[in-house]
T-cell receptor, first 110, second 115 residues
Framework: AQRVTQPEKLLSVFKGAPVELKCNYS??????LFWYVQYSRQRLQLLLR??SRESIKGFTADLNKGETSFHLKKPFAQEEDSAMYYC????????????FGGGTRLMVKP | DTGVSQDPRHKITKRGQNVTFRCDPI?????LYWYRQTLGQGPEFLTY????????KSRLLSDRFSAERPKGSFSTLEIQRTEQGDSAMYLC?????????????FGSGTRLTVV
């Protein structure tokens, strides 16, 4: 079975500081990794996918298969980045559903 | 298409009552998922459908829970004899399989409070 771990429940940074939200996973097969974001009073929405290797709102994430990690990074945090962030794993070979981590609340202070 | 819709947004019920939630997915999506989210936790998988077939159910889904997707379009999730531990946000999501590496689209959820 797969598991996703986000070790930090809360991450608080000042505006302009770098941000790294950690995500570790365990899965024996080939995973697809995602980051979802939930802004206050809004629905859960897809932020980025590892397969597309894109940068969304200045965020990037690199899949490190050796360390089984998919950390989310942004060089300069903005106040509007404050939200809940969830890392999720989709197993390509079995069990066709997303497994989510527990989430990290990012607070960007002015 | 306005995305994934869930109804109601909020439901307060007394312990022991039955409740039913509805989800309308994106029309061209063939897969529909139900998740449950409690405070401070990430979404937990409950069950999913491909068209009208229910393909998998989590161990979290006790026999008091039942889900249907009768015509492969909207879905309902019913909880019988509700308990206080059922209080949670119930999320619905849809996707187009096999292109699920594009991710799921989530609804706004139904918040259930059992008193």
């Amino acid at each position: 079975a797969q598991r996703v771990t986000q070790p930090e429940k809360l991450l608080s940074v000042f505006k302009g500081a770098p941000v790294e939200l950690k995500c570790n996973y365990s899965y024996s097969g080939s995973p697809e990794l995602f980051w979802y974001v939930q802004y206050s009073r809004q629905r859960l929405q897809l932020l980025l996918r590892h397969i597309s290797r894109e940068s969304i709102k200045g965020f990037t994430a690199d899949l490190n298969k050796g360390e089984t990690s998919f950390h989310l990074k942004k060089p300069f945090a903005q106040e509007e980045d404050s939200a809940m962030y969830y890392c999720a794993l989709y197993p390509l070979n079995a069990g066709n559903m997303l497994t989510f981590g527990g989430g990290t609340r990012l607070m960007v202070k002015p | 298409d306005t995305g994934v819709s869930q109804d109601p947004r909020h439901k307060i019920t007394k312990r022991g009552q039955n409740v039913t939630f509805r989800c309308d997915p994106i029309s061209e999506h063939n897969r529909l998922y139900w998740y449950r989210q409690t405070l401070g936790q990430g979404p937990e998988f409950l069950t999913y459908f491909q068209n009208e077939a229910q393909l998998e159910k989590s161990r979290l889904l006790s026999d008091r829970f039942s889900a249907e997707r009768p015509k492969g379009s909207f879905s309902t999730l019913e909880i019988q004899r509700t308990e206080q531990g059922d209080s949670a946000m119930y999320l619905c999501a849809s996707s187009q399989y096999p292109r699920e590496n594009y991710g799921y689209t989530f609804g706004s959820g139904t918040r259930l409070t059992v008193v």
